[in-house]
């Protein structure tokens, strides 16, 4: 049987850099089940032992490092310096969630209340049994190694489907882990296509954590709704920045040219649209522009990882111009086949398809508004809702602010912030999707929380009986309203 095969090419030039089995609908069931009995031996080693396993995965990641940077800046174009902090900060993500799981996840007693006074009460934390890690390119180590690392630490088995751009990664991270534990695929990965992706949400894992946009998100909750398979979803943004009149103008515009430009714009949690207030608006625009101006595609960021997504930035800027924007730095003619250089639009109206839509490369938008208040307005005005970011002196304005922002996370006076610490959720609503990666809350995102009750004594009230007492009921009804209905 001849297996189909694609290939892994390197944006820069297209050059074949290997070739990926594509796995089908039986390599993948193959794979959950390998899953699902590495399973088993991985929740029997408790917090303690996956603690152990995990550091020691987190030791061989890191002290390997390069090799992976390399790998990663091979298959998405970027700069092998920004492939290496994207190392850092996933290894960063593994060494918190197995550190912090047992913390999180152990059983712990709970108040059982006074009707419920004889129970003990507790809750503790479940492993689902395998995960469905579907992963996309732009940052496809640090995004998906999101959710591996913390359904890992909370003690399921990984089946990962990284994207078709980047799959030496996710092969490069499934024979790391073979190499630690050769008899024991806590952590498979299949690669392919969407099909392959398709074939995993079908396939009986226990849960898919999906990353990539809002369209694919759509499909693979309708996939998934075939077998009721749960799923968490973190897809695109629109991230907005807010500058004040009182901000640090040059600080603003440092953070502005990495948030927008950085990874040429490839970042679902970067900057794509800024609304500053009236009385600073030319001054920081010609901070941004002078910064912006002096990047070089090539050198300061990638080429476009994904050919196809060049069109969607070139049809956002022709969008933008044919609805009334200025360019003031670049235009259409910075859209080359692979590199685009940064576009800066002034006056975009709110309606325009740039305006509304992620466009994923590096072009900023930067409206003037009165006020903070509009700013927040508009900000809060798309169907998106990752992130945000707010620049003032004020801690008192930066605090208010960021409590008035509808999204998952918000950084005042700089961007990204949230994204290097393990401990906070990363996610979003709306658009963005739904569920919650890293922290806490992304432990108990990969776990079923199981309630239980101990009884310690009879019920002083016995009301769960089919011979339940005149006198209980009275007693029950009196305390009711003793209770509640005051
Ligand atoms: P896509 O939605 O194109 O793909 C994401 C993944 O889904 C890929 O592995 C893809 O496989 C797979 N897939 C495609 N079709 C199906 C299907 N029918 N069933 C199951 N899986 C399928 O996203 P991109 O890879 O283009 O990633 C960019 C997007 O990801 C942006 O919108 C970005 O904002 C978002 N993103 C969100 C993050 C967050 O944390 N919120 C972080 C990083 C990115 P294949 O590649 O083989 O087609």
Not at 262 to 285: K, S
Not at 292 to 302: D, F, Q, R
Not at 307 to 316: E, L
Not at 429 to 442: E, L
């Amino acid at each position: 049987m001849t297996v189909e095969m694609f290939d892994s090419l390197d944006p820069r030039d297209d050059a074949v850099l290997a070739s990926y089995p594509v796995a089908g609908e039986q390599e993948v069931q193959g794979a959950v089940e390998r899953g699902r009995t590495a399973a088993r031996w991985w929740a029997e080693q408790g917090f303690d032992g996956r603690k152990r396993w995990l550091l020691e995965f987190k030791r061989a990641i890191a002290a390997d490092a390069q090799s992976l940077a390399r790998v990663i800046s091979r298959e998405t174009g970027k700069p092998v310096d920004d492939a290496l902090l994207e190392v850092m900060l996933a290894v960063e993500h593994l060494d918190w969630a197995a550190k912090n799981a047992e913390k999180t996840l152990r059983r712990r007693k709970v108040a059982a209340g006074l009707v419920s006074s004889n129970q003990a009460a507790s809750v503790g934390y479940r492993p689902f049994g395998v995960v469905g890690v579907i992963g996309p390119w732009n940052y496809p180590l640090y995004t998906p190694m999101g959710s591996i690392s913390y359904a890992l630490a909370a003690g399921n088995a990984i089946v990962f489907k990284p994207s078709e751009l980047t799959p030496g990664v996710g092969v490069w991270l499934a024979e790391k882990w073979e190499s630690m534990a050769p008899m024991q695929p806590v952590l498979q990965v299949v690669t392919g296509l969407g099909a392959t992706g398709a074939a995993l949400c079908r396939s009986g894992v226990d849960k898919i954590a999906f990353t990539g946009s809002t369209a694919t998100a759509k499909k693979v909750m309708a996939t998934c709704a075939e077998t009721l398979t749960p799923m968490v979803a973190e897809c695109g943004g629109k991230d907005a920045m807010l500058v004040a009149e009182d901000a640090d103008l040059d600080a603003a515009a440092d953070f502005a040219v990495f948030g927008g430009f950085g990874n040429a714009g490839q970042t679902c949690v970067g900057v794509e649209r800024i609304y500053v207030c009236a009385p600073v608006y030319e001054e920081f625009l010609a901070k941004l522009v002078t910064r912006a101006g002096k990047l070089t595609p090539g050198e300061s960021y990638g080429p476009m990882t994904l050919g196809s997504q060049t069109a969607v930035v070139r049809g956002h800027i022709a969008a933008a111009l044919k609805d009334g924007a200025t360019a003031v730095l670049g235009g259409l003619d910075s859209v080359d086949e692979r590199y685009i250089s940064p576009v800066i639009l002034t006056g975009v109206p709110e309606d325009s398809a740039a305006m509304r839509e992620e466009t994923f490369g590096p072009v900023l938008i930067v409206n003037q508004v009165p006020d903070l208040a509009e700013a927040v307005e508009l900000a809060n005005a798309s169907k998106y809702g990752l992130a945000g970011s707010v620049f003032t002196k004020s801690k008192a304005r930066g605090r208010a602010v960021a409590a008035q922002l509808e999204t998952g996370g918000v950084t005042v006076n700089s961007v990204l912030g949230f994204a290097g610490v393990a401990a906070l959720p990363l996610g979003g609503v709306g658009d963005s999707g739904f569920g919650r990666i890293h922290g806490a809350d992304g432990l108990r995102e990969f776990s079923a929380a199981s309630a239980r009750t101990v009884q310690k004594f009879h019920a002083p009230l016995n009301l769960l009986t089919m011979a339940r007492k005149r006198r209980d009921m009275t007693i029950a009804a009196a305390l009711l309203k003793f209770r509640h209905a005051r």
